[in-house]
């Protein structure tokens, strides 16, 4: 099975400026996660969408929102970028919602914030 | 608020010797608890985890540990090898809710 992959690898972007992140699960995963990880912070949870519903959300501003098609694949969005939001975006898939099972990470999304 | 804390944020060992990485946790809900592994450039892999009614549990070379009165896990390296070099994530789940994610270790093992 091929695992998570996650689209674009390396971005930059200025302050002020949106942009969107996508991630596409390990087929018959319905679950997808996406985390926040900068250093000294570790991962920080931003949101788990399930069957196209967001299920679980971190503790993270507005300008960060999410959303999941019909076929699984996610994508998260980012709003009026501002320089902390500098990290590796990861995603996440599961084959459940629920929190008792092995999430299978992507290789991550650098976004770099100017 | 860090529910899932990993206060030593390195730690080197020798090959052949025993890693240890600690990771403590506040909430007395958290009913499953796994370690990841990090190589640079790449998403974390999961490595081993083990349920809260269970103290214990290994895979091969790796052992994760759980003290529940102290709410306490710790992951178990023996022997160490250079390959085992990564940072190393414990995170913390309870039925229906997200994983909590520590801040991470970062292992390395000299040849």
């Known amino acids: 099975k091929a695992g998570v992959t996650q689209t674009p690898r390396y971005l930059i972007k200025t302050r002020g400026q949106q942009v969107t992140l996508s991630c596409s699960p390990i087929s018959g995963h319905r679950s997808v996660s996406w985390y926040q990880q900068t250093p000294g912070q570790g991962l920080q949870f931003l949101f788990e969408?399930?069957?196209?519903?967001?299920?679980n959300k971190g503790n993270f501003p507005g300008r960060f929102s999410g959303r999941q098609f019909s076929n699984s694949r996610s994508e998260m969005n980012v709003s009026t970028l501002e320089l902390g939001d500098s990290a590796l975006y990861l995603c996440?898939?599961?084959?459940?919602?629920?929190?008792?099972?092995?999430?299978?990470f992507g290789p991550g999304t650098r976004l770099l914030v100017l | 608020d860090q529910q899932v804390k990993q206060n030593s944020p390195s730690l080197s060992v020798q090959e052949g010797r025993i890693s240890i990485l600690n990771c403590d946790y506040t909430?007395?809900?958290?009913?499953?608890f796994l370690w990841y592994k990090k190589y640079p450039a790449e998403g974390p892999t999961f490595l081993i985890s083990i349920s809260s009614i269970k103290d214990k549990n290994e895979d091969g070379r790796f052992t994760v540990f759980l003290n529940k009165s102290a709410k306490h896990l710790s992951l178990h390296i023996v022997p160490s090898q250079p390959g085992d070099s990564a940072v190393y994530f414990c995170?913390?789940?309870?039925?229906?809710?997200?994983?909590?994610f520590g801040t991470g270790t970062s292992l390395t093992v000299i040849p």
């Open positions: 996440a898939s599961s084959p459940v919602t629920g929190g008792l099972e092995t999430q299978y």
């Open positions: 995170a913390a789940s309870f039925t229906g809710n997200q994983f909590y």
């Open positions: 969408y399930f069957s196209e519903t967001q299920r």
């Open positions: 909430n007395s809900m958290f009913d499953y």
